[in-house]
């Protein structure tokens, strides 16, 4: 039998991207505040994945950083999503949507069929 931490893993990689994308996606936000809110959402278990996936988005094109002086302590980088970044939200969303639908259509018609 398959751990619930490997399924929940797995399924966390494949989705974190366009978490990220959809948090930054709502407005300008500082690294740590991306982190926290996934965490919260169960999303997210080190920041230390968070850091470079962002590096990645940037590379991509898909977000763009703003350095900002603070006033606790040393400047903070802020995310926002480009148009390209937008594009791959909402791609994602219309593809997630059907995904997620197909699957829980297949879970529920598998248990109803073992009762």
Known sequence: MIPNDAITTNLRKGVLEYCVLAMIGSGEMYGLDIANGLQQRG????EGTLYPLLARL????QVETSWRESSQGAPRRYYTLTA????????FSSVWATFSASV????????????
């Not at 999303?43 to 080190?46: A, F, V």
């Not at 829980?104 to 009762?115: E, K």
């Open 43 to 46: 999303l997210l278990t080190s």
């Open 58 to 61: 940037r590379r991509n094109g």
């Open 84 to 91: 390209g970044g937008h594009d791959s939200l909402a791609v």
């Open 104 to 115: 829980s259509d297949t879970l529920n018609s598998t248990t109803r069929g073992q009762q």
